[in-house]
């Protein structure tokens, strides 16, 4: 059964710094993995998809990359701004499935200005 | 704009009623989802369908039910059979794998539901 770990859980940076999140999942088979963020009491929004054949996506700050064989994902963040605050989902799905996410738990960044 | 609309917002159930959550997209896409989101446990697949008049059990479907009559909607209902129904509960929508490089989600805003 796939599983998706994210680590750490919880992490509080100052303003400005550059940070890396991390994913793994325990089956490589995957079809793609998208990185979500979740404010407080909100929906997701889809930060990077990234499909199985691709290593890496980018959009403004964020930098996500893929390595299937290692089954690890990154979510670097450049700059961190006090708005970048929120939950961070990675999830995966499945190759040959029903197109199911599997998520990891996330993890809550704090930026302190 | 195209996107997924959840309503009501808030929801409170009394014991033993039952309550239909609301979810409509206008992205054309033929899959829909809901999960349900409890704190620490992350997200977990209630039901799923990939056409119309067609559904499928995801990990928790146990008291709940859904239909799928048009394919903008995909309504879940919470019955008075879920012992636990308070959590924040989220739809989705996709195209399915393979119809084209773009599969990816867009979720809806969420519903969080109170037992009172």
């Known amino acids: 059964k796939q599983e998706v770990t994210q680590i750490p859980a919880a992490l509080s940076v100052p303003e400005g710094e550059n940070l890396v999140l991390n994913c793994s999942f325990t089956d490589s088979a995957i079809y793609n993995l998208q990185w979500f963020r979740q404010d407080p009491g909100k929906g997701l929004t889809s930060l990077l998809l990234?499909?199985?054949?691709?290593r890496e996506q980018t959009s403004g700050r964020l930098n996500a990359s893929l390595d299937k064989s290692s089954g690890r994902s990154t979510l670097y963040i450049a700059a961190s701004q006090p708005g970048d605050s929120a939950t961070y989902l990675c999830a995966v799905v499945l190759g040959g499935s029903q197109g199911n996410l599997i998520f990891g738990k996330g993890t809550k960044l704090s930026v302190k200005p | 704009d195209g996107g997924i609309t959840q309503s009501p917002k808030y929801l409170f159930r009394k014991e033993g009623q039952n309550v239909t959550l609301s979810c409509e997209q206008n992205?054309?896409?033929?899959?829909m989802y809901w999960y349900r989101q409890d704190p620490g446990q992350g997200l977990r697949l209630i039901y799923y369908s990939q056409i119309v008049n067609d559904f499928q059990k995801g990990d928790i479907a146990e008291g709940y039910s859904v239909s799928r009559e048009k394919k903008e909607s995909f309504p879940l209902t919470v019955t008075s059979a879920q012992k636990n129904p308070t959590a924040f509960y989220l739809c989705?929508?996709?195209?399915?794998?393979?119809?084209?490089?773009?599969?990816?989600?867009?979720f809806g805003s969420g519903t969080r539901l109170t037992v009172v």
């Open positions: 990234i499909q199985s054949s691709q």
């Open positions: 989705a929508s996709s195209i399915l794998p393979g119809q084209g490089v773009n599969y990816g989600y867009t």
């Open positions: 992205l054309n896409h033929d899959a």
